[in-house]
């Protein structure tokens, strides 16, 4: 059975992939299961630049086909930003609520809705260097209050208006059918799908 590596050290992260990932013939493995403890820095200007640059450097520490992602937070009163930060907002030594605490402050002085997205692009890379990559988005608004206990980052304060919740009040299952992470792993299944079947390398 193949093995694919699942490159983050985000445990929220791990559990999404493994529950995405679940119904496909692979072993799944983690950095931790790999004795992986190197991080790799985050230089890119884009998401598809930063998920690529940690899937082909996890692949050729591993030799393991290697998934990778990049996501982060749009909002439009804030020209973009986070974005690519989003995991770095507010400067090193904020936790998850630190983060999108950091987030509401930066956000009040402009009038509400705070229209926002979640963007993600998802890597792919085979030990000898073919590289691919999907993408999803989704779209909402910053509330003023974070609200629910599920998911992780900024899905407290993350409000969908067609379900009149955040993303930390989806349930795991819906969330994973409707989000920016999950529009990009489908779409990466279905690549990953092929592979496993044929072993070629579909053109994209």
Known sequence: MQTLLVATHNAGKIREYQSLLADLPLRITSLEEQGITHD????????AENALLKARAYAEMS???TWADDSGLE???????PGVYSARYGGPGLDDAGRYRKLLSDVAPYPAPHA???RCVVALCL????TFTRDGAVEGEIISAPRGNWGF?????FFMPQFGKTMA???R????????RGQASRAMLALLQELTETEIVPKT
């Open 40 to 47: 790799v820095d985050e230089t890119g200007v884009t998401f």
């Open 63 to 65: 030799g393991c086909w």
């Open 75 to 81: 909002v439009d009163a804030l020209n973009g930003r």
């Open 116 to 118: 926002a997205r979640f």
């Open 127 to 130: 030990p000898d260097g073919r």
């Open 153 to 157: 980052g900024y899905d407290p304060v």
């Open 169 to 171: 009040e989806l349930p």
């Open 173 to 180: 299952d819906v969330k994973n059918g409707i989000s920016h």
